[in-house]
């Protein structure tokens, strides 16, 4: 584009010098015939510069369209591609994030068992147990799906699952100075605790049960065993996870 403006400016100022020198001849002449020969070439400069102009002026529109239509088309084509690109990530991501969400909370919904705990206590200073006695622990502490029965002594599984339990015996004294008991499923020991002579026994044990399943504590030998209550013998159990 310089080159056609200086090539402007060079054609602007000839015309200027052209018509001050053919104005100063105009005036010098005093014959009016010789007056419109100078008249009429200073029209003709001024047309063939107007002609002039006009060519540079419209060449140089052409250029700045094409330039513009040119920028314009790189420009859309850029951005269109940005767009379909952008796009298309948006769609990715927002297909992922669906598809996350979801699985999140069917997850969620598979994985969140049912809650069900319990913690019971013996209350009584000390409590003397029969051969074959279930040890019934009076008070409940925590009773989380209502599972465990203190009148009874029996943890009745209200889903199926894997479960933990423990039991904690302050042994006092025996005929025999010898503790033998046993957390039960069903009648079958599944953990056994055994102490001789006044001490602490504990016992966890972790078992699969089926619903109506039952778990309880019981004395396996004869000799008139006594342990301390006051909150110091404990039974508790929870379910760790339910069946599939």
Same mark, same amino acid.
């Given at each position: 584009?310089?080159?056609?403006? !200086?090539?402007?400016?060079?054609?602007?100022?000839?015309?200027?010098?052209?018509?001050?020198?053919?104005?100063?001849?105009? $005036?010098?002449?005093? $014959?009016?015939?010789?007056?419109? =020969?100078?008249?009429?070439?200073?029209?003709?400069?001024?047309?063939?510069?107007?002609? !002039?102009?006009?060519? =540079? *002026?419209?060449? +140089?529109?052409?250029? +700045? =369209? #094409?330039?513009?239509?040119?920028?314009?088309?790189?420009?859309?084509?850029? *951005? /269109?591609?940005?767009?379909?690109?952008?796009?298309?990530? *948006?769609?990715?991501? /927002?297909?992922?994030?669906?598809?996350?969400?979801?699985?999140?909370?069917? #997850?969620?919904?598979?994985?969140?068992?049912?809650?069900?705990?319990?913690?019971? &206590?013996?209350?009584?200073?000390?409590?003397?147990?029969?051969?074959?006695?279930?040890?019934? !622990?009076?008070?409940?502490?925590?009773?989380?799906?209502?599972?465990?029965?203190?009148?009874?002594?029996?943890?009745?599984?209200?889903?199926?699952?894997?479960?933990?339990?423990?039991?904690?015996?302050?042994?006092?004294? +025996?005929?025999?100075?010898?503790?033998?008991?046993?957390?039960?499923?069903?009648? $079958?020991?599944? /953990?056994?605790?055994?102490?001789?002579?006044?001490?602490?026994?504990?016992? #966890?044990?972790?078992?699969?049960?089926?619903?109506?399943? &039952?778990?309880?504590?019981?004395?396996?030998?004869?000799?008139?065993?006594?342990?301390?209550?006051?909150?110091? +013998?404990?039974?508790?159990?929870?379910?760790?996870?339910?069946?599939?």
């Amino acid at each position: 584009m310089a080159p056609v403006h !200086f090539l402007v400016i060079i054609v602007l100022v000839v015309a200027a010098v052209t018509d001050s020198v053919m104005l100063k001849a105009v $005036d010098r002449v005093d $014959d009016p015939e010789q007056q419109n =020969v100078y008249l009429k070439h200073q029209f003709e400069n001024k047309e063939q510069t107007d002609l !002039f102009n006009r060519a =540079v *002026h419209e060449e +140089s529109r052409a250029n +700045s =369209v #094409t330039h513009k239509v040119h920028n314009g088309t790189h420009t859309t084509a850029h *951005h /269109g591609h940005n767009g379909t690109q952008t796009t298309a990530h *948006h769609g990715n991501n /927002g297909t992922h994030t669906a598809g996350h969400t979801t699985a999140q909370h069917e #997850t969620s919904a598979v994985y969140r068992p049912p809650a069900v705990g319990f913690n019971a &206590i013996l209350t009584p200073d000390f409590l003397t147990i029969s051969h074959k006695e279930t040890i019934v !622990f009076d008070h409940l502490l925590v009773n989380i799906g209502n599972a465990y029965n203190i009148r009874q002594g029996h943890f009745t599984a209200p889903v199926s699952g894997l479960y933990s339990f423990t039991a904690n015996i302050k042994f006092r004294s +025996s005929n025999t100075a010898e503790l033998n008991a046993s957390i039960v499923k069903n009648g $079958d020991n599944i /953990g056994l605790l055994y102490l001789y002579g006044a001490d602490t026994t504990t016992r #966890t044990t972790v078992v699969m049960l089926d619903v109506g399943d &039952i778990v309880w504590l019981k004395n396996n030998v004869n000799n008139s065993p006594r342990i301390y209550g006051g909150g110091l +013998s404990t039974f508790s159990g929870f379910l760790i996870t339910p069946a599939d």
